[in-house]
């Protein structure tokens, strides 16, 4: 059973470009959860979506960053003209369910350097 | 915010058991203790989770007191590869469905 896989393992982007990371939750899995982890800091929840939904997007910077997740294929994380402080390794997690019961699964993140 | 206090940083003598504290005085009566760890560059890590009893699972066990306020994560045999980051998470409500993580402890394992 495969775990949570992130793609592209690390990508690395000029000022201005854009970013699309990729996340494929574990098998049976419905919930996905973005975080990001700037260098020296902690994990900080960025956004969770359900199949087609956004639930809560109360960690994402305002402008910039959109997530999706599909009924079909994996969530995406896109970040429009990327800046430098956008530099940062950035962690996909995936659950069952919602729940406080329910442990959350991550995968081994990509690492975004903005040139 | 994560409602949790642990110390910044500890050392650890490999093959002695690492015995890392965790409070979390305000915790309710349906709100979860969850453990994680993450390892230099890598996703964190799921070690395990428990409501009030005792929890024992490959990787450690979870201590928590009778009165919740607090609870200890138990690496009985610590080896250098246990070296990490620990992240002691409490669930702040029954809606949250989200892991709000600390700063942690650093564990250091040393031969």
């Known amino acids: 059973n495969a775990g949570v896989m992130q793609n592209p393992r690390h990508l690395v982007r000029r000022r201005g470009q854009e970013a699309r990371l990729r996340c494929s939750p574990m098998?049976?899995?419905?919930?996905v959860y973005w975080y990001r982890q700037l260098p020296e800091e902690g994990l900080k929840f960025m956004v969770y979506?359900?199949?087609?939904?956004?639930?809560?997007e109360s960690g994402m910077p305002k402008e910039r960053f959109s997530a999706e997740f599909p009924k079909e294929g994996p969530s995406i994380l896109r970040i429009q003209q990327v800046v430098r402080g956008d530099s940062a390794a950035y962690f996909c997690?995936?659950?069952?369910?919602?729940?406080?019961?329910?442990?959350?699964?991550f995968g081994s993140g990509t690492q975004l350097s903005v040139l | 915010d994560a409602k949790t206090t642990q110390p910044t940083s500890m050392d650890c003598a490999e093959g002695r058991a690492a015995n890392l504290p965790c409070n979390h005085s305000?915790?309710?009566?349906?709100?979860?203790v969850y453990w994680y760890r993450q390892i230099h560059s890598q996703g964190p890590q799921y070690i395990i989770h428990?409501?009030?009893n005792n929890e024992t699972n490959e990787m450690a066990s979870l201590i928590i007191t009778e009165d919740r306020k607090s609870s200890t994560l138990i690496l009985p045999h610590a080896t250098l590869r246990d070296t990490a980051v620990y992240y002691c998470?409490?669930?702040?409500?029954?809606?949250?469905?989200?892991?709000?993580f600390g700063a942690g402890t650093t564990v250091t394992v040393r031969a």
């Open positions: 098998k049976g899995h419905s919930h």
């Open positions: 998470i409490v669930r702040v409500s029954s809606n949250d469905y989200k892991l709000s």
């Open positions: 305000t915790i309710s009566g349906n709100e979860y």
């Open positions: 428990g409501l009030k």
């Open positions: 997690a995936s659950s069952r369910t919602g729940g406080t019961n329910e442990k959350l699964f």
């Open positions: 979506l359900q199949k087609e939904n956004i639930i809560d």
